[in-house]
């Protein structure tokens, strides 16, 4: 009897706990900048805080704000410069207030340029004029100025704030402050604040290793040979099928944050095949995940699920009450290497609908739940009906003809969990998510998966109408813009 799909997550989610427990490789560092699409093997704390000193954030005068507060037009203030400050360079002590003359003094101070020090008994200088707002004077335009005591001047005719265009140290980020929680994926926006505390390397999980078999006599692989520049195509009257399933699987994996292998192209109705492949990986202990694609359903070319008995493997489901992807089959393998490790085996149903819809309904959250990470968030939108006009069935009819509205191909039995590829697009600021399904929902046709965008996931036990809610997912890692 197939196994309902949330009892499925549920044997996921347990054996993947078990999995993640029998690891021998817990952590791995990498340099930041390659850990990009890897998880977070514990949180990433800051050594330390930034910015580490007060600066400015803007080309200015540094200067004490208290002294701007009656500035006007009419009763404008007028400071002495007594140096400049740039980046890198060791920050001198505060100038007096006023100097010698009675004249109000400033620095000039660059962006990322660090503020005066203040001594025990002064006022510290606590804002930066930015630089449009003062306008540079003469000698004779200041009253009472010493011209021995310098002869640069600007004038303000409006307050300065406290703390204006400066950047207090620790402001952005603290010692000690969680940037990243163990478990999360490391995206590029990372990278910004943990190289910016220092941060060279970062411990993260490490890359499940996937090891992908097709199957099938029609199946024919693609010979690319890089260095001559050709494709060659090995077609014959009995291989006439291009491998669609192994390449997909292939890309899937990595831009879920694996490292997958492919491991050769198997005949349907050689099972001595498969079990010598299991035989010689599980031997070698490369490989926590093992997946197949075709020969999973029950019958005389199904012989998956024979091999993997035969082996001592422990079935922990087959069948499930999906569609597309009823077949798909997930036991454990031990392993015969010296450290006697674990591997999770995936038989996958061969056509590439079904493959696409167990990768990501069944693999993707059982990768999440091994590296503890949280399942992908499901997006609600209004299922939309598809318009058509008769022409659609009858190429012949009068283009003019009424139009029918129509759901498209069948929701799915109610005893069954749905998925339909679709394409989601968002209006009104994002707020209000439309979703229509494709067209054609062939388990065997790759066409609409040039539009498509997201998952509709058809829950078992509802009826499905149009205008009713219903969970959408990304097809894959990336969401598209047109989601937001």
Same mark, same amino acid.
């Given at each position: 009897?197939?196994?309902?799909y949330q ?7 347990k ?9 021998t ?5 990498v340099?930041?900048?390659?850990s990009v ?5 514990k949180?990433?704390?800051s050594p330390?805080s ?6 400015? *954030? ?5 200067m &004490? ?10 009763n404008?203030v007028?400071?002495?410069v007594?140096?400049?400050i740039m ?6 002590r505060?100038?007096p207030c ?7 003094? @400033?620095?000039e101070i660059m962006?990322?340029a660090r503020?005066?020090?203040?001594t025990?008994?002064?006022t510290?200088?606590?804002t /930066?004029a930015?630089?449009?707002d003062?306008r540079?004077?003469?000698?004779s335009e200041?009253?009472k100025?010493?011209?021995q005591l310098?002869?640069?001047? &600007?004038?303000?005719?409006k307050?300065v704030t406290?703390?204006a265009n400066?950047?207090? *140290?620790g ?8 940037l990243?929680?163990a478990?999360?994926k490391?995206?590029?926006s990372?990278v910004?604040?943990?190289a910016?505390?220092g &941060? ?5 999980g490490?890359?499940?290793r996937v ?12 010979d ?11 077609k014959?009257?009995t291989r ?8 997909y699987l ?10 997958p292998t492919?491991l050769?192209l ?5 099972? *001595? ?6 035989r ?9 995940i ?9 019958g005389r070319s199904g012989f998956?699920r024979?091999?993997?008995?035969k082996l001592?493997g422990?079935?922990?489901f ?7 992807g009823a077949?798909?089959?997930f ?8 450290n006697?490790?674990l591997?999770?085996?995936f038989g ?5 609908c079904?493959t696409?819809? /167990? ?5 993707v ?5 091994v590296?503890g990470?949280?399942?992908d968030?499901l ?11 008769r022409q659609d ?6 283009a ?5 509205a129509s759901?498209?191909n069948d @929701?799915?039995p109610? @005893? ?7 394409r989601l697009?968002?209006?009104e600021g994002?707020r ?6 494709s067209?054609?929902?062939?388990p065997s ?10 998952w509709i ?10 205008g009713?809610?219903?969970? /959408?997912?990304s097809?894959?890692? /990336? ?6």
């Amino acid at each position: 009897m197939a196994m309902q799909y949330q009892a499925a997550l549920q044997e996921l989610h347990k054996v993947a706990y078990d999995m993640s427990k029998r690891r021998t490789r817990t952590e791995e560092l990498v340099r930041v900048e390659d850990s990009v699409g890897r998880t977070a093997a514990k949180d990433i704390l800051s050594p330390e805080s930034t910015p580490p000193f007060d600066t400015a *954030a803007a080309n200015g005068f540094a200067m &004490i704000s208290s002294a701007t507060i009656n500035a006007s037009p009419t009763n404008p203030v007028y400071f002495r410069v007594v140096g400049t400050i740039m980046p890198g360079d060791k920050p001198p002590r505060s100038p007096p207030c006023r100097g010698p003359d009675g004249v109000l003094q @400033c620095m000039e101070i660059m962006v990322g340029a660090r503020f005066p020090e203040a001594t025990e008994h002064m006022t510290h200088m606590d804002t /930066c004029a930015w630089v449009t707002d003062v306008r540079e004077v003469s000698l004779s335009e200041v009253p009472k100025a010493d011209p021995q005591l310098g002869s640069r001047f &600007i004038m303000l005719t409006k307050p300065v704030t406290h703390n204006a265009n400066r950047r207090r *140290a620790g402001a952005d980020i603290g010692k000690g402050d969680r940037l990243i929680r163990a478990g999360k994926k490391i995206r590029s926006s990372h990278v910004l604040p943990l190289a910016s505390v220092g &941060i060279k390397e970062v411990a993260v999980g490490p890359l499940l290793r996937v090891g992908v078999w097709s199957t099938g006599r029609e199946i024919v692989r693609t010979d690319v040979n890089r260095a001559e520049g050709t494709i060659a195509f090995k077609k014959t009257e009995t291989r006439y099928t291009h491998d669609a399933d192994g390449p997909y699987l292939m890309a899937a994996f990595k831009e879920y944050g694996a490292e997958p292998t492919f491991l050769g192209l198997l005949a349907d109705d050689e099972p *001595a095949k498969l079990e010598e492949a299991l035989r010689e990986t599980m031997a070698t202990d490369k490989f926590d995940i093992l997946v197949t694609t075709g020969a999973a359903t029950p019958g005389r070319s199904g012989f998956v699920r024979p091999v993997i008995e035969k082996l001592g493997g422990e079935i922990h489901f087959h069948e499930v009450a999906m569609r597309p992807g009823a077949a798909a089959m997930f036991a454990s393998l031990e392993s015969n290497a010296p450290n006697n490790g674990l591997a999770s085996f995936f038989g996958l149903p061969g056509d590439p609908c079904a493959t696409a819809a /167990c990768f990501r309904f069944l693999i993707v959250p059982y990768l999440q739940f091994v590296r503890g990470e949280k399942l992908d968030e499901l997006f609600l939108a209004t299922l939309e009906l598809r318009v058509s006009t008769r022409q659609d069935s009858d190429p012949n009819m009068d283009a003019g003809a009424p139009v029918e509205a129509s759901m498209g191909n069948d @929701c799915g039995p109610l @005893c069954l969990d749905c998925f339909r590829h679709g394409r989601l697009t968002a209006s009104e600021g994002g707020r209000h998510k439309v979703v229509r399904m494709s067209k054609d929902q062939s388990p065997s046709k790759t066409y609409p998966f040039i539009d498509a965008n997201c998952w509709i996931h058809l829950p078992h036990g509802q009826e499905i109408v149009a205008g009713a809610m219903v969970p /959408c997912v990304s097809l894959s890692a /990336c969401r598209e813009e047109e989601w937001q």
